[in-house]
């Protein structure tokens, strides 16, 4: 992705603050904004947390990057590329992105609620196979929490 250009059409100034922030996202994926401070900081040193704060925010704003919700976890971000939900495992904290065609469920959605419906915006969570495999965790906690989605 050619940040300078992207911050050009949305008409940001391009500073390296941003270009740093946009860096460290695309090569750490979904990262919360105090990792892409400490990362930075080293770099540019008269860069606040309350400066990458800044422009995180502003950047989602004009869909630069994307907010990952997921709850009880911090928030993350990344580039705003494409659209896909995302599986987090609930034991490590692994997050990655999950490409699945929406459009039936968009259309069934569409058709119940009479929404124009446009984006999706989903974290399913659950354990990752690196920790169902790890021999601390209990077995019942694996079956207990894939037990909600059969009530």
């Known amino acids: 992705m050619n940040f300078q250009r992207e911050l050009k059409i949305k ?8 270009i740093a922030i946009l860096k ?8 919360g904004v105090e990792e892409i401070y400490e990362r930075i900081k ?4 008269s860069t606040s947390l309350a400066t990458v704060y800044k422009n995180v925010a502003t950047m989602c704003g004009m869909s630069i990057l994307r907010e990952v919700k997921a709850p009880g976890h911090k928030q993350k971000f990344e580039l705003s ?7 987090m495992c609930e ?5 990655e992105d999950l490409h699945v065609d929406f459009s ?13 419906l446009y984006d999706v915006s989903a974290v399913f969570l659950g354990t990752c196979p690196d920790c169902i495999s ?18």
């Open 42 to 45: 080293s770099k540019y040193p």
């Open 81 to 87: 590329r494409d659209k896909h939900v995302h599986v």
């Open 104 to 116: 039936s469920l968009q259309h069934k959605c569409m058709q119940i609620s009479k929404y124009h």
């Open 24 to 31: 460290e996202i695309e090569s750490n994926g979904h990262i």
């Open 91 to 95: 034991k490590c904290g692994k997050l």
């Open 11 to 18: 008409k940001l100034k391009v500073t390296p603050q941003r």
């Open 134 to 151: 790890n021999k601390n965790i209990q077995e019942s906690n694996i079956y207990s929490s894939k037990q909600r989605w059969h009530t």
